[in-house]
């Protein structure tokens, strides 16, 4: 959520469902596969069909070279998860319309406000995605308001819960598993460009998605998210909102780009405190604790994990996990296929290499 937290209420909420395959599987070497010649780039492997003993089977993935001039200031480690990244973003393009969703519905206190469309086409782009896991998702409504009582009064009947969320800083908020509100004179509608709100939009929109897999809102809503810690949480939605802004923008945007509006602390000096309980616990855990880091550094360490653990289909897949009852670190290993102290690790070394 790109605003501060509750200490007692999470608010963006919605029905469970279950995640089934509507789409075809990712490329698995030796299964099958059905045109011999076609090819299938997938975390940053590409696959080809090819005849093997009189059947099509997909053959081993080979790494693709991800050397980009677009990236030639940054280091080689960060460079490599950047470019992964935009490959994921060229495959998931071909399966998503950059269209107005009629699902997706607009109350605004502005109707002639320019970002109105910008937070509509995000929020629908992402809900595409969110289909190609969960065919069976639905749409929402948003809101977009400037005056805080205007949105407060409205937030009584439609989202109580949201009310103590809203003042004249808040940005975008997702709430009670039927809604995300964002401020028309918040930084991502009113300083940032239009991106910037095809980026909020979705990343609220992942928050909604995040509650479906994870809880049922009619009876444990706050269970799954004091499982998951924020650095997941909220860097997660973030990496989602970027492969969106990226697709809209038909890839003239690159996943790196994202460092061009993501301001929120990293580095080892601001968020050496939240990095080290981060490690010591994986529980949800206030801003007064981790200072915001798990807007940035949090951003920094899902990069690493949609590059490199499954794209941003798995952190939907833990929240699965989470809601069948299994605990974060079960289901991080479960669904990443590494230990969260093994991704530590790996982690430190990624950061140090970009200078943190």
Known sequence: MISKLSKLFIVFTLLIT??????????????????????????GKKFTCLKVGGKLKWSKGVAISTAKSAYSNLSKSEADVYSKLDLQIAQLAKSTSVDLSDEIRLVTQDAKHERNKPN????????DLIKLIDPTATGFTIYTWSSVDWIKNLMKDECPNLVEQLDLNSGGNAGCGKLFVTNLNGYHNKIGSEDASWMEAAHETFHIYQTRAASDVQTNYFDWWKEIPSWYREGSATVFGSL???????????????NNIERSPWRNIECKKAWQ?????????????????????????????????GGYQSFIKVHQEIGRGMKFEQAFEKVHGISLKSYFGQMEAYLKDLGW
């Not at 923008?249 to 780009?257: C, I």
């Open 277 to 309: 309980l981060w490690q010591e616990r994986t529980e949800a855990m206030g801003h007064s604790l981790t200072g915001m880091c798990e807007y940035g550094l949090g951003r920094k360490m899902s990069d690493f994990l949609a590059a490199n653990y």
């Open 120 to 127: 509509q086409l995000g929020a629908s782009v992402a809900l």
């Open 18 to 43: 279950s995640a089934s395959a509507a789409h075809a599987a990712p490329p698995v070497a030796g299964a099958s596969c059905s045109k011999a010649g076609a090819t299938n780039i997938y975390l």
């Open 244 to 258: 969106v802004r990226s697709i809209i923008s038909k890839q003239t945007l690159n996943y790196g780009t994202l």
